[in-house]
C-alpha cells in the first residue's frame, strides 16, 4: 500500500484552510492535510519533524512566511516548504526561492493538478538534495579525517580547499596556503606541466611520482592521484588530488644504494690499498738503499732525484691512506647533543677561517626542545668541509654563507647556502663519488666522507636548490652503523 504523504498547512486564516482542504478533497488518498493556525505553533511542527511537506502562507500575523522559512532552513529543516500568497507579487517569489522555498504557489490560481504536481516536485528535488548533503557530508569526514594530504584546484593553479593533512604535510596555516597556487608546492615545473597534460588528456591520473615543496623549503618526494571533477556551485572543473609522501621510501632506497656503493669503495679501497703498498714499500727500500751507496751519497744532483721520487711515494702512500679513511665505515661515538649548540660550536672553531677570507656568515636555527643522538667530532667534521669548500668556491665580494637549521617531519635539516657560483647541475649526481673534484689540488674526498657520515647517522646529505642540505633523524635509538 502507497504511503499516505502528510501535508501541514500553516496559515492564520482559517477560510485559507477550508478552501485548501477543498482542493485535498477532489486529490487522490495518497495526501493527508493537516492545519496549525499560527507562526510559533507552525515554527513547534517543523521542529518536530511530522510532516513531509508544508504549505506556508506570507501573513501570518506575528511574522511572514519568509521569515517562518529562514528560521526553519536555521534550524535543519530538510523537508520541502511551499510558500503561499494572495497575489503574484514577483519580488516575493524571487525573495521565497532565494532563502530555499521549494515553489511558489499563488492562491487565487491554485488547482488541484497544480497543488499536486508542485509537491511531487518538490519531495523529488528534496530527496535529491539530501542526497547530495549525505553524500557531501561524507565526502567532507573523509576529506577532513583523511591523514594523507587531499587539495582541490584547478587548472589555471588556483586552489579550492586543503585539508588538515596537508596543511600539516606542507607546514602552512589555512589563510596562508590559501594565497598561494599549485605552482608553488611542485618544486619541478615541468612535472607541474606534465601532471596537468596527463590529468587533462584522460580525465584522472595515477601515482604520478614528483616532488612537492613545504613552506619551509623541505624537497618530498610524492605519489599523486588526481581526477577531474566538475563543482556545481561554481560551474567549473577542479581537480581532487591525493598526495601520498613517499619520501621515506625514496629515501631507503636511496640510502640502499648508498650504502652498496660505500660497500663497494671499502672494498676497492682496502684492495687497491694493498695492491699500491707493496710495490711503494719495495720503490722506498731501493731509494734508501741508493742513498746509502757512496758513489751516489756525494752526488747532489742524484740525491736530490731520489728525494723527489720519495717525496712522491709519500704523497701516493699519503693520498691512498686518505682514501682508504674515507671509504671506512668506522665506530660512532654517541652522545646526546643540541645541535643548535654544536653548528654554533663548529662555526665559532672555523671563526679564522671565515675572517681570513672575509667571509659575513648569518645564522637562522631551529631551537629543538630536545638532544639528538650523534658523533659530535664527525658532524662538526662534515659541517667544517662542506663550510671550507663554500669558502674556497667564492671568488668575488661580498663573500656569504648562510647556515639554516629547520624541523622537517622527524628529521633536523641543516641547510648551507653560499652567493658563490654554486654546483653545476650536470655535477649534482657526482660530486659525492670519491676523487671527484672541480678544483685543482683537491683530491675530491671530502664530501664523499661527508656523506658516509651521514649515512651511519641514519641521515643524508644532498644538494637542493644550490644548498647543500644535511638531515639527521631526531628520534635515533635504533641500531646505528658501527
Known amino acids: 500500500m502507497k504511503q499516505e504523504i502528510l501535508v501541514l498547512l500553516i496559515d492564520d486564516d482559517e477560510d485559507d484552510y477550508i478552501l485548501t482542504k477543498g482542493i485535498f478533497d477532489q486529490l487522490a488518498d495518497s495526501y493527508s492535510l493537516s492545519w496549525v493556525n499560527s507562526y510559533d505553533k507552525g515554527i513547534s511542527a517543523i521542529l518536530k519533524r511530522q510532516f513531509d511537506v508544508y504549505l506556508v502562507d506570507y501573513r501570518l500575523g506575528k511574522g511572514t512566511g519568509i521569515d517562518l522559512l529562514n528560521e526553519a532552513i536555521r534550524s535543519g529543516c530538510e523537508q520541502p516548504i511551499i510558500m503561499l500568497t494572495g497575489n503574484g507579487d514577483i519580488s516575493i517569489d524571487q525573495q521565497a526561492m532565494d532563502s530555499g522555498a521549494a515553489d511558489y504557489l499563488i492562491k487565487d490560481r491554485i488547482e488541484p493538478s497544480l497543488v499536486d504536481r508542485s509537491i511531487r516536485y518538490s519531495l523529488k528535488q528534496a530527496n535529491t538534495l539530501k542526497a547530495l ?100 556551485i561554481n560551474f567549473t572543473e577542479v581537480y581532487h588530488t591525493i598526495i601520498r609522501d613517499l619520501s621515506y621510501r625514496k629515501g631507503i632506497e636511496d640510502q640502499s644504494v648508498t650504502l652498496g656503493k660505500m660497500a663497494i669503495s671499502e672494498h676497492i679501497a682496502k684492495g687497491l690499498g694493498q695492491e699500491i703498498r707493496d710495490p711503494l714499500t719495495a720503490i722506498n727500500l731501493v731509494l734508501d738503499e741508493l742513498a746509502s751507496q757512496e758513489e751516489i751519497s756525494e752526488n747532489e744532483s742524484v740525491q736530490a732525484y731520489l728525494e723527489i721520487i720519495k717525496g712522491n711515494c709519500d704523497r701516493v702512500t699519503g693520498l691512498m691512506q686518505n682514501f682508504i679513511s674515507s671509504t671506512e665505515t668506522k665506530t660512532l661515538n654517541l ?68 647556515i639554516s637549521g629547520a624541523l622537517s617531519q622527524d628529521r633536523y635539516e641543516i641547510s648551507i647556502a653560499d652567493n658563490g657560483p654554486g654546483v653545476d647541475p650536470k655535477y649534482q649526481d657526482q660530486i659525492f663519488e670519491p676523487f671527484f673534484t672541480t678544483k685543482k689540488r683537491a683530491n675530491g674526498l671530502g664530501l664523499t666522507h661527508a656523506q658516509r657520515v651521514l649515512t651511519t647517522h641514519n641521515g643524508n646529505l644532498r644538494v637542493s636548490n644550490g644548498s647543500f642540505v644535511l638531515q639527521l633523524p631526531i628520534e635515533n635509538e635504533i641500531s646505528l652503523w658501527s
Open 335 to 402: 652522545q646526546r647533543c643540541d645541535i643548535a649548540e654544536l653548528i654554533e660550536e663548529s662555526i665559532s672553531e672555523m671563526e679564522d677561517l671565515l675572517v681570513g677570507h672575509h667571509i659575513k656568515l648569518s645564522l637562522d636555527l631551529f631551537r629543538l626542545d630536545k638532544k639528538i643522538l650523534l658523533d659530535k667530532l664527525k658532524i662538526k667534521d662534515v659541517l667544517r668541509s662542506i663550510v671550507k669548500n663554500a669558502v674556497e668556491a667564492m671568488q668575488q665580494y661580498p663573500k656569504l654563507i648562510h
Open 133 to 232: 548533503k549525505d553524500s557531501e557530508r561524507k565526502y567532507k569526514t573523509i576529506f577532513e579525517q583523511a591523514n594523507d594530504p587531499i587539495l582541490v584546484s584547478d587548472y589555471s593553479g588556483r586552489i579550492h580547499d586543503i585539508n588538515n593533512g596537508g596543511l600539516k604535510f606542507f607546514g602552512y596555516e589555512r589563510s596562508e596556503f590559501m594565497t598561494l597556487t599549485d605552482k608553488d608546492l611542485f618544486h619541478n615545473a615541468a612535472e607541474r606541466e606534465r601532471f596537468r597534460e596527463l590529468l587533462e588528456g584522460s580525465g584522472s591520473l595515477r601515482d604520478f611520482e614528483c616532488e612537492l615543496v613545504s613552506k619551509n623549503g623541505g624537497v618530498y618526494y610524492c605519489s599523486i592521484s588526481s581526477f577531474i571533477q566538475m563543482d556545481l
